[in-house]
Every structure is written in C-alpha cells, then in structure tokens.
C-alpha cells in the first residue's frame, strides 16, 4: 500500500472529520451551562417540534460522527489495499458525510445558546450555517486527502484481446437482463396502492398512475446493452434504449472483464460509487464488462461475455492511428 496515498486518505476519512467531531464534543460541554434543558432539536419552519436534553444529542451525536469516521477509514484502507485510489471527489464526500453529525451538533447547540426555554430558541439558520461549514470541509478534505489516479497509458500485453489484427474491423454486442426488476416494481406498487385505494381514501386514479410509472421504471432498468466498435462503447438501458451513454474509444485507457456483486457500489440500476469514481449500469450481479478511463474514474456494465467485449476494447485501443489517439 502506498503510504503517501494512505497519509492522504486518512486526512479526509479520519483527520478533518475526527477533528470536527471533536471540536463539538468540546463545544457542547463548555456550553452546558449556558443552554436550556431540554433544547430544541428540530423545526418546522420557525416553529419548534422537538426536543431532546443536550446531553443525550451530545452523545448521539457524537457516537454517530465517530462511527461515521471509522467506517469511512475503514472503507478508504481497503480500497487502498486493493490498489485502487480514493478520487478527491469521493474524499470530498467522505468528509463531509462523517462531519455532518458534528455541523449539526454545533447547529442546534448555538441555536439553543442562551435560551431561557427551548420555546425561546432561535431559527435553525446556524443548523444550514453548520452544514454549509461541513460541505466547506469536504472540499478541503478532497483537495487534501483525495490522491492523484494512476492511470494506464493503455492496454498491456496481458490485457484481455480477442486477436483483432490492424485493419481488422468488428462489432460486439453483449447485454444482460433480470425480469424482477421488470415485474416486480409495477407489481409492488399495484398490491400497495390497491390495498391504499380499499382501506383510505387513496384515490383509484392515482394508484394506476402509480402502478404505471412504476410498470415505466421497471421497463427502463431491467436490460443493459453495451456495444464496442471502432468508435467507442455504447451503452443502453431498458426497453427503450434509455438511459443512453456513448464512451468514446479517446477517453478509454484500457477494459477488463470483472465480477460485480449483486450490492456492490449501490445495488441495481444505474449507480455511482462516489469514494471509487464507478459509474455502474447494472441489471444483475456477475460479468461486466469494466472500462478504465483517462480522467481515472470507471464504468462497469453488467453483460454477459464480458471477456470479449474487453479484449476487443483494447484490440481497438491498440490498433489507433495515431490522429485517433
């Protein structure tokens, strides 16, 4: 594992939310005699509608950044012990997750500092003043902690190929599919709705144009097309061939085929992992077909004969002329 990227990681993942977590610990014990009990939590516009004592929100709080912290270090290491790199984008993000539960802490400490009673308190503008505060350092956290990418200069020997000789020309195509995610959207949404329309007064007109758009979602995330030719990628899901995406072969350093996990980077559909700049279209767990990109980020699409469409990539690649390239 490289230690320089592992020192920059930990700055977001660890040092900067751990700090801020800290500082509102702080905070609220040098405050406790200036603030009411109990202290208002929570808002409805300026009107208060909840309550909890300081030092229960205290320690809520202050487990929830801790844990928070952690887990997010712990997710960092083992993505560096993968050989992967934390992008800024995702050190920004994994900063400003961990802060969140001190920005708020602080928020309704200060909107409480000083009230005579919790019905005294002030507007819950320091609570968006704090999270502002935290969205402030995640950018510092991405900036610090997120590391330079490695990227490949392009497909080695040992990447996948399917033989493909300069001059050569091929299409593949490769697709997968998953019906419960065809059938089972509309068909949740029509028990629900149905037994809403017969037990409330849920309008019947509403529950078929629930059951519909939720008939439209499943159409349009069931099936996941790629296509690979000299131009690039081409990626379509569902039945209508939306969403679409066309990666140019330019921005493609090198593919791979891979094992994705039925959970991994979100689930199903269309995903983006922000720690590991993975964009994945996927209708199923297993062979996808991975595209590393120039920026270093990557996109992962679930299809069948993930092998071959990869070795063709960087047949493709490794065949450019050089006004391609």
């Given at each position: 594992?490289?230690?320089?990227?592992?020192?920059?990681?930990?700055?977001?993942?660890?040092?900067?939310?751990?700090?801020?977590?800290?500082?509102?610990?702080?905070?609220?014990?040098?405050?406790?005699?200036?603030?009411?009990?109990?202290?208002?939590?929570?808002?409805?516009?300026?009107?208060?509608?909840?309550?909890?004592?300081?030092?229960?929100?205290?320690?809520?709080?202050?487990?929830?950044?801790?844990?928070?912290?952690?887990?997010?270090?712990?997710?960092?290491?083992?993505?560096?012990?993968?050989?992967?790199?934390?992008?800024?984008?995702?050190?920004?993000?994994?900063?400003?997750?961990?802060?969140?539960?001190?920005?708020?802490?602080?928020?309704?400490?200060?909107?409480?500092?000083?009230?005579?009673?919790?019905?005294?308190?002030?507007?819950?503008?320091?609570?968006?003043?704090?999270?502002?505060?935290?969205?402030?350092?995640?950018?510092?956290?991405?900036?610090?902690?997120?590391?330079?990418?490695?990227?490949?200069?392009?497909?080695?020997?040992?990447?996948?190929?399917?033989?493909?000789?300069?001059?050569?020309?091929?299409?593949?195509?490769?697709?997968?599919?998953?019906?419960?995610?065809l059938v089972t959207p509309p068909l949740a949404a029509a028990v629900i709705t149905t037994l809403l329309a017969t037990t409330t007064s849920f309008s019947w007109t509403t529950a078929v144009l629930l059951t519909v758009l939720f008939a439209l979602v499943g159409a349009m995330t069931h099936r996941v097309q790629a296509r690979v030719d000299a131009s690039g990628v081409t990626i379509r899901m569902g039945a209508f061939g939306l969403p679409r995406r066309h990666v140019p072969l330019a921005r493609i350093t090198e593919a791979e085929p891979a094992e994705l996990s039925l959970i991994g980077d979100g689930g199903l559909g269309l995903r983006f992992n922000a720690l590991t700049g993975t964009t994945a279209y996927k209708v199923r767990g297993g062979s996808a077909l991975v595209l590393n990109l120039g920026n270093g980020r990557k996109i992962a699409v679930s299809v069948r004969d993930a092998a071959t469409g990869a070795g063709l990539v960087n047949d493709l690649l490794r065949h450019r002329s050089p006004a391609q390239k």
């Amino acid at each position: 594992m490289n230690r320089t990227r592992l020192a920059r990681a930990l700055v977001s993942t660890l040092v900067l939310p751990g700090a801020a977590t800290a500082v509102a610990a702080v905070l609220a014990g040098s405050w406790a005699g200036r603030l009411p009990d109990p202290i208002a939590t929570h808002w409805n516009g300026d009107s208060v509608n909840n309550t909890a004592s300081p030092g229960s929100i205290t320690l809520v709080m202050t487990i929830a950044g801790a844990v928070l912290t952690l887990a997010l270090t712990a997710l960092a290491i083992v993505l560096l012990r993968k050989g992967e790199s934390l992008p800024r984008l995702g050190a920004g993000v994994a900063t400003t997750i961990a802060a969140i539960p001190a920005a708020t802490l602080t928020g309704v400490l200060l909107a409480n500092l000083d009230a005579p009673d919790w019905q005294h308190a002030g507007s819950p503008l320091p609570v968006f003043l704090a999270l502002a505060g935290a969205a402030v350092l995640g950018v510092i956290g991405g900036l610090a902690g997120g590391g330079a990418v490695t990227v490949a200069a392009g497909p080695s020997a040992t990447d996948a190929t399917v033989g493909l000789r300069p001059g050569q020309r091929a299409v593949w195509v490769g697709s997968a599919s998953n019906a419960v995610l065809l059938v089972t959207p509309p068909l949740a949404a029509a028990v629900i709705t149905t037994l809403l329309a017969t037990t409330t007064s849920f309008s019947w007109t509403t529950a078929v144009l629930l059951t519909v758009l939720f008939a439209l979602v499943g159409a349009m995330t069931h099936r996941v097309q790629a296509r690979v030719d000299a131009s690039g990628v081409t990626i379509r899901m569902g039945a209508f061939g939306l969403p679409r995406r066309h990666v140019p072969l330019a921005r493609i350093t090198e593919a791979e085929p891979a094992e994705l996990s039925l959970i991994g980077d979100g689930g199903l559909g269309l995903r983006f992992n922000a720690l590991t700049g993975t964009t994945a279209y996927k209708v199923r767990g297993g062979s996808a077909l991975v595209l590393n990109l120039g920026n270093g980020r990557k996109i992962a699409v679930s299809v069948r004969d993930a092998a071959t469409g990869a070795g063709l990539v960087n047949d493709l690649l490794r065949h450019r002329s050089p006004a391609q390239k």
